[in-house]
C-alpha cells in the first residue's frame, strides 16, 4: 500500500473495517473520547521531545503513529454520522469535486520529521481545542443527526491537524498506511496465520504438529515439583516456583508450548523436545541457541507478571494492545517478530488458559496443534 495513491474515501473504508466502537457505542461518545486521547498523545509526544530532548528516541515513531490514529478516529467519526472523509478535507486541498489524495493535501511531497519547534506545539494546541468543541459545555457528544455542524466542526479538526502535520514533517499518507497496517495487525479482516518456520526443514528438526503433553505435580519431601512427560519420556527439569512467595510460576511451560502451538515457534520447547534446527547452523545458532531460550523465558517472565495483574486473563478474550506490543519488542530481530499481534494474543490467552487449569487441578494434558493453531488442556488421571 502506497501513501502517495492512496484516496480519503478509500482510508476511510479500510479504517472503519477496523473500528470496533461501532458495536460497543450508539452515539459518536466513544470515537469521539478516542480522537480526545490521540490529540493529548500527540501533544505528549511533543512534550517528552522538548523536555527530554536527546534523551527521548522515540520521538519519531510516535508521532508518526499519533498522527495516523489521529486520522483513523476522525474516518470514523465521519463515517458514523455518513459524511464521507473527502468532504471535510476538500477545503485543506483547496479542491471540492474529484477523488482526493491524501498526496494533495500537503505542499510539499517529501518533508523532513523534524523536532517539534513553538509553532508545531502552538498548531497543536489549536487541533486540541478544536477537538474539544466537539463537546458541548455539558460535556455531551454531538449527535449524528446535527450533520451540518458536526461536519463544519469536522473541517476545523482536520484543517488544524493537516497544518500540524506540515509543521512537523509528517506526510500523512504514510501515517494513514501505518495506521492502516497497525489495524490489521491487531484487528485483521482476515485471520491468516503466517507459515510455520520450520516447513522447509527435514521432519526430524519441525516441531511436531500434533503432540501431547503431561504435566503434574509431584512432592520430594515438604517441597512441591512439577514434571512433564511426553510420550511416557520424562522431559525437561522438576521445576519449582523459584521463589520466596508461591505463585504457582512451576506451571508456566504452558506459555511456551502455546508459543508453539499457536506461533510456531518456541526455542524453550524445541530445546525440550531436542528438536534444534541443526541442518543450517545460523537458525540453529541464532534461532535456537540460548540467547532465543533466554528471551523467550524473558517474554513468558513478562506475560505471567501482567496476567498476574488481571486474574492471568481469565474471561477476556482481548489484550491489551500495549502489552502486545512490548511482547513482540521482546522478539524483534528474531522470527517471531514476523508473527502478528492478533496471533500472539491468540497464544497468550491460550496459555494462560492452560496455566489456570493447571494451578487449580496441579496437573494436565496439554494438546498442541501446529496445523490448527490450537492448544487445549485436559485433565489427567493421577
Known amino acids: 500500500m502506497d501513501g502517495s495513491t492512496l484516496s480519503l474515501n478509500d482510508y476511510q473504508d479500510l479504517a ?3 473500528d470496533r466502537t461501532r458495536r460497543k457505542s450508539g452515539n459518536l461518545s466513544l470515537p469521539i473520547l478516542g480522537l480526545f486521547g490521540e490529540t493529548g498523545s500527540l501533544l505528549s509526544e511533543v512534550k517528552k521531545k522538548q523536555r527530554d530532548a536527546k534523551a527521548y528516541d522515540s520521538y519519531e515513531s510516535g508521532v508518526i503513529e499519533e498522527f495516523g490514529d489521529a486520522l483513523w478516529y476522525l474516518a470514523v467519526i465521519a463515517a458514523h454520522a455518513n459524511i464521507r472523509f473527502a468532504d471535510i478535507a476538500s477545503e485543506s486541498a483547496g479542491r471540492q469535486h474529484g477523488t482526493l ?3 494533495n493535501l500537503q505542499p510539499q511531497q517529501t518533508l523532513n520529521l523534524a523536532a517539534p519547534t513553538t509553532e508545531f506545539a502552538r498548531t497543536l494546541l489549536k487541533l486540541a481545542n478544536s477537538v474539544g468543541n466537539l463537546a458541548n459545555s455539558d460535556g455531551e457528544a454531538p449527535s449524528g443527526s446535527d450533520l451540518a455542524g458536526l ?3 469536522l473541517k476545523i479538526i482536520f484543517r488544524n491537524l493537516v497544518d500540524a502535520a506540515n509543521e512537523a514533517g509528517v506526510i500523512l499518507g ?3 498506511v501505518h495506521n492502516l497496517q497497525k489495524a490489521q495487525d491487531r484487528w485483521p479482516t482476515d485471520r491468516t496465520p503466517p ?3 520450520d516447513l522447509d526443514f527435514p521432519p526430524e528438526e ?11 505435580e509431584r512432592y520430594s519431601g515438604s517441597k512441591q515439583f512439577v514434571y512433564q512427560r511426553c510420550n511416557g519420556v520424562n522431559i525437561g527439569d522438576r521445576l519449582t516456583d523459584n521463589s520466596v512467595v508461591e505463585d504457582f510460576y512451576r506451571f508456566h511451560d504452558a506459555f511456551h508450548y502455546a508459543y508453539a502451538a499457536i506461533l510456531g515457534w518456541s526455542p524453550v520447547t524445541r530445546a525440550l523436545l531436542k528438536l534444534k534446527r541443526k541442518s543450517k547452523t545460523k537458525v540453529d545458532d541464532g534461532e ?3 540467547r532465543a531460550i533466554i528471551l523467550e523465558e524473558g517474554v513468558a517472565a513478562y506475560v505471567f507478571a501482567r496476567a498476574k495483574e488481571h486474574h492471568f486473563f481469565e474471561g477476556r478474550d482481548e489484550i491489551d494492545f500495549n502489552l502486545l506490543k512490548t511482547v513482540r519488542s ?6 517471531a517478530e514476523k508473527c502478528p499481534l492478533w496471533l500472539w494474543e491468540e497464544a497468550i490467552l491460550k496459555g494462560n488458559m492452560a496455566y489456570r487449569f493447571l494451578r487449580q487441578h496441579r496437573r494436565g494434558r496439554l494438546i498442541l496443534d501446529l496445523d490448527k493453531r490450537d492448544m487445549i488442556v485436559q485433565e489427567l488421571v493421577p
Do not use: C, M, N, Y
Open 151 to 153: 461536519s463544519e466542526k
Open 288 to 290: 535456537d541457541g540460548a
Open 16 to 18: 472503519t473495517k477496523t
Open 174 to 176: 504514510d501515517a494513514a
Open 330 to 335: 521482546f522478539v524483534q530481530g528474531f522470527e
Open 195 to 197: 507459515p510455520l518456520f
Open 101 to 103: 489524495l491524501f498526496i
Open 206 to 216: 519441525q516441531l511436531p504438529r500434533k503432540l501431547e503433553i503431561e504435566i503434574f
